[in-house]
C-alpha cells in the first residue's frame, strides 16, 4: 500500500484511508465496472456534491473503467480501493479542472435532465474557457478558479467485463445506435404491462441516446434528420406517458418543439390539445383538436370524445364555482341587520 500511496503522490494526489476494505485488490481490467459512493469538498470543508443527497436521491456513481471518463482521476483513484473501502483523495487541479462540467452533468442526471444540457457543442477545454454559466454558482466559481478538490469515495461493488448490462452514458456510438430499437421495444412492453414511469425511463433513455449522437451532425444535414425521425416516435411516446402521470406542461413544450417541425404531426397536436384541455386552455385545445381532424379525419369520433369530457370538466368547474360564489355570500344566512345612532 506504501507503494501505491509513494506513486500517488508523486501525481499529486493523497490518498488517505478512512475505513480499510475486504478480500484482494481487483486487477480492475478495462470494461470494468465500479459502483462507488462519492462526496466532493473544496480544501476548506464545504461540500460540492454528495451522490447520497444529489437530487433528493441517494444513488452511487457507476464508473466503466477505459471509456475515456470526463475525470481520468477517479478511474486513477477507485483502482487503488477494495470493495468496501473507504478513502479520501485530495486531488491537485490538474487533475480537477475538467469537475465543475462532470458535476453539472451529474446534477442533470439526478433530476432526470439531458446530462449534456448547457453544455456547448465544443471540447472540455474550450467549455472551461468560455464564460457561460453551468446554471450554479458554485461550479461557476469553480470553473473561473480551479483549484484543488477532496474525493471521498466509497467502493461498493466491481463488476468485471461481461457481467452486467452496459448503461447508455457508457456505450460506443454504435452501441447506442443499437440498443435504441431494443429500448423503444421495452418501453412499449412496459406501457402495456402498466408501468407507466419505467416505460417513461426507457423512452428518455433512448432519446438521451439518439440527442447525444445528434449532437455530432451538423442541424438539418442527412444523418441529423435520420436520428430527428428516430426520436419523434421516441417522444410522442414519452409525452403519453407524461400526460397519464399529470405532467401536462411538459407535454405542452414536447409537443410544441415537434410542431415546429413538423407542421403535420398529427399525433403530437392531439397529445398537445389534451394536455390544453388538462390545464383548462379551452381555445387552444380546441384549435389543436380542430388540427386533428383537418390532417385526419378519421380520428373525428376519437376529438369528439375529448371534446365531450373537456366540456363535461368546464361545467362541473362552473357548477363548483358557482356554489363557492354561493356560499360566500349566503354566509349568515343572507342576512344583515344595521344599526344606526344619532348623538
Not at 407542421?263 to 392531439?270: C, G, L, P, S
Amino acid at each position: 500500500m506504501e507503494e501505491v500511496a509513494v506513486k500517488l503522490r508523486a501525481e499529486g494526489i493523497q490518498k488517505r484511508v478512512i475505513s480499510a476494505g475486504k478480500g484482494e485488490l481487483s486487477t480492475f481490467p478495462d470494461g470494468t465496472k465500479v459502483n462507488f459512493h462519492y462526496r466532493t469538498c473544496l480544501c476548506d470543508g464545504t461540500v460540492l456534491d454528495d451522490s447520497r443527497t444529489m437530487g433528493g436521491q441517494c444513488k452511487p456513481m457507476e464508473l466503466i473503467l477505459g471509456k475515456k471518463f470526463k475525470l481520468p482521476v477517479w478511474e486513477r483513484v477507485v483502482v487503488t480501493m477494495r470493495e468496501g473501502e473507504i478513502a479520501e483523495f485530495t486531488c491537485d487541479t490538474k487533475h480537477t479542472a475538467l469537475y465543475a462540467l462532470v458535476s453539472q452533468s451529474l446534477r442533470n442526471i439526478s433530476v432526470g435532465k439531458d446530462p449534456l444540457e448547457g453544455q456547448r457543442h465544443c471540447c472540455g477545454i474550450a467549455q472551461i474557457h468560455s464564460h457561460h454559466s453551468l446554471g450554479h454558482q458554485d461550479l461557476d466559481e469553480l470553473q473561473a478558479h480551479p483549484q484543488p478538490l477532496v474525493f471521498t469515495l466509497e467502493l461498493l461493488q466491481v463488476l468485471p467485463p461481461g457481467s452486467f448490462r452496459l448503461d447508455t452514458w457508457a456505450m460506443t456510438d454504435e452501441e447506442k445506435l443499437e440498443a435504441v430499437p431494443q429500448m423503444h421495444e421495452e418501453g412499449n412492453a412496459l406501457f402495456r404491462g402498466g408501468e407507466i414511469r419505467a416505460a417513461a425511463e426507457k423512452y428518455h433513455n433512448a432519446i438521451a441516446c439518439l440527442k447525444n449522437l445528434q449532437m455530432k451532425e451538423r442541424p438539418g444535414d442527412e444523418n441529423w434528420l435520420r436520428l430527428d425521425h428516430m426520436i419523434t416516435p421516441l417522444l410522442l411516446n414519452y409525452c403519453q406517458c407524461q400526460l397519464l402521470q399529470g405532467q401536462y406542461y411538459e407535454v405542452l413544450d414536447h409537443c410544441s418543439s415537434l410542431l415546429y417541425k413538423y407542421e403535420d404531426n398529427v399525433k403530437a397536436y392531439f397529445k398537445r390539445g389534451k394536455a390544453h384541455a388538462a390545464v383548462w386552455n379551452e381555445a387552444e385545445a380546441r384549435a389543436d383538436f380542430a388540427k386533428v381532424v383537418q390532417l385526419d379525419p378519421s380520428l373525428a369520433p376519437s376529438v369528439a370524445k375529448e371534446l365531450r369530457q373537456m366540456e363535461e370538466r368546464i361545467r362541473e368547474k362552473q357548477k363548483e364555482e358557482k356554489g363557492r360564489y354561493k356560499s360566500l355570500f349566503s354566509y349568515g344566512g343572507g342576512t344583515s341587520t344595521t344599526t344606526a345612532t344619532t348623538g
